[in-house]
């Protein structure tokens, strides 16, 4: 089992406002991936249209030492 730690948030752009009750889905590409280390790009659509989207970069961890 593993963990996924957010690292750094990249480019972020906040497009649109998002409201209660609004449905978030949010879409990563993996971009790199190096040892335990990996960069992500991604959108969030809201019916449709893009309300944000950053570059991520994570780091991975066995889900026993990162505890």
Sequence with gaps: QKLVLLASVDDAKFRRPVRPGDQLRIEMTMISKKA?????SGQVPVDGNVVAEATLM???RDRQIAQ
């Design 58 to 60: 994570c780091v991975i």
């Design 36 to 40: 335990t280390i990996c960069k992500m």
